[in-house]
């Protein structure tokens, strides 16, 4: 009778003894475990998945500024990306952006602000993440004047009119010329007001070499116009046209940087497209020291207005002081 109830007891701790039914519940888990264990792994892997940074080249660290045209981009699921960076005539990178309506700059050419990130497709650019975007009042268009063979830059927003040798410009809105460029000749020039220090009092006049030019800047410290005189030389056909002359009077609304911006854009762009013999016809004005400057490396411009000899022209390197090093044409 003892050993009926301890193994009755035992039997009631631990269910040795099972049904058919029981075992049928536990055949059922275990098909549901099994069927369930891969779907939950698969789960797990696209979720990891989803969560790390898609594999490409390490991308700059910090806050990025970069300048071009925005316009917008092709929208895609599998890829991020509101708009483009056209920069050069090509989609540089994608942009996007919670902080600023990147549609109010669709077509302007803009500096942007903000920190780059892995895009979603790993096989398409970066994307920025734009904070911040100013428009670049003073993106430039080229302009020529075929008959003196030149070309340069103004302000997008300039309207210019081109009657023969002659190109003139307003500010945005308003009728005010704000730049003349023209030939005159070399006796309507001030390159001999060099020697006349007392027409200097009104006026900053700096020579500077311009396209391997001997050239002036004069500033007339009262009004801040400013002008450029280049000599193409006396190899030019008709004497009339040997000196070009920009006159800039700047508009007033731009600030004083802005304007000075402005003119040094101007004097950065100007390409002649006058021969090498002709580049070269202004060596025997060359003052300073006497070198003859034939080696490439040599400097010119400055003060003394030193120009490179023939076959080089003067890669000016510091607008400001005017100065360069001679190089070959």
Known sequence: MLKFSLI??????LPFHRTPQDFRVQSLSMRVLRFLLPSALVIAFAVSACDRTPAGPPLPEGIQELQGIVRPAEIKVVRRGTHVLMQQGRETYFLESAAVNLRDFEEHEVMVRGIFEHNTDPTAAPVLVVEEIVKDELSTRAWSLPLLSITFEVPKDWVGAVTGDHASFTASGSLKTVLNVYARPLDDAPFQAMNGPAEQEDREIMPIVIASKRALRVLDEATGAQSIYIDLGATM???ALRVITFEYDPPATLTEPQAREVMLRLIRS????ASKSSASSSRGRSTGTGSSLEN???PCGGTAGVLC???YYC?????EANIGRCKKI
């Open 8 to 13: 009755g007891a035992i039997k009631t701790v």
């Open 237 to 239: 056909e008709n004497p």
């Open 270 to 273: 100007i390409s002649l497209g």
């Open 296 to 298: 490439e490396g040599a």
């Open 309 to 311: 000899p023939s076959g």
């Open 315 to 319: 890669d000016v390197t510091d607008l």
